[in-house]
């Protein structure tokens, strides 16, 4: 599985190791980012390492082109009914016509008919474990990133972003500092309130953002950030809305 991110102005890609293993079986050409890492020893220090990012403008394109390795963003966020009919589609279709397979995956025709058909395997396998990664109730494979195309937001002190998985938020101090307990601050549910909802209401309570939304928190074992999840997809608004919550948050913290 892949994933695309923006990192400080710089796209990046995560690539989960198992396809790398078959980037260099498969691929007569890769990026010389590529060559030479030893993926066995990044993934023996943690489950942190499952994905391995890569920064070289050569290397994320090279991934754009892959198609048989499956693109994380496109598919998280359909329901896991659609992800199995997706997956029942497609091996029924690459079942009746090796040329379906070829369509999807390989228009270029570099690939054998041997090898092909082990990738469209490689490639349903990956979209059977979305549902599985999506229902994880704490970041055990899904990098734990900022999602550079989803929400953020800063105060003095705190910084509050949207992650790679979906319905989990991040909170962490500006400066690096350890956050002192699981306890999600009172700044961080009331921008969550207004960015789930517009809410301008002076009259927020503490216990709003619980009730209407339920969530989990726990504190990542470095101590640097809190993880919140909800447990229901909560009403998400577009990033234009972002500058509504600015005017929320100075109306009720800056006084």
Same mark, same amino acid.
């Given at each position: 599985m892949k994933i695309?991110?923006?990192?400080?102005? /710089? +796209? =990046?890609?995560y690539v989960q190791?198992?396809?790398?293993?078959?980037?260099?079986?498969?691929? /007569? +050409? =890769?990026?010389?980012e590529l060559i030479g890492r030893n993926y066995e020893r990044i993934g023996r220090e943690g489950l942190r390492d499952e994905f391995i990012i890569f920064y070289e403008e050569e290397t994320v394109e090279f991934f754009k082109k892959i198609n048989w390795i499956v693109d994380y963003r496109k598919v998280y966020k359909l329901p896991n009914e659609e992800i199995f009919k997706i997956v029942d589609n497609l091996f029924e279709r690459y079942a009746?016509?090796?040329?379906?397979?070829?369509?999807?995956?390989d228009q270029e025709r570099k690939y054998s008919p041997n090898d092909i058909g082990v990738l469209a395997q490689f490639y349903l396998n990956t979209m059977l474990s979305i549902p599985k990664l999506k229902n994880e109730d704490q970041f055990n494979l899904i990098p734990l990133v900022a999602d550079g195309e989803g929400f953020y937001y800063e105060s003095n002190a705190l910084c509050i972003c949207s992650t790679l998985k979906q319905n989990w938020f991040m909170i962490y101090n500006k400066m690096g500092r350890n956050m002192r307990s699981n306890r999600?601050?009172?700044?961080?549910?009331?921008?969550?309130?207004?960015?789930?909802?517009?809410?301008?209401?002076?009259?927020?309570?503490?216990?709003?953002?619980?009730?209407?939304?339920?969530?989990?928190?726990?504190?990542t074992p470095d101590g640097k950030h809190?993880?919140?999840?909800?447990y229901d997809t909560a009403p998400i608004k577009e990033k234009s809305n972002v500058s509504r919550l600015a005017r929320v948050w100075d109306k009720n913290f800056n006084k």
């Open positions: 695309f991110n923006k990192e400080k102005g /710089k +796209e =990046v890609v190791r198992k396809d790398l293993k078959y980037i260099l079986d498969y691929e /007569k +050409e =890769v990026p010389r009746r016509n090796i040329n379906d397979v070829y369509n999807d995956l999600v601050p009172k700044e961080g549910l009331r921008a969550l309130i207004a960015y789930f909802n517009g809410n301008n209401d002076d009259n927020w309570t503490w216990d709003l953002l619980k009730y209407e939304y339920p969530y989990t928190n726990i504190v809190i993880l919140l999840g909800f």
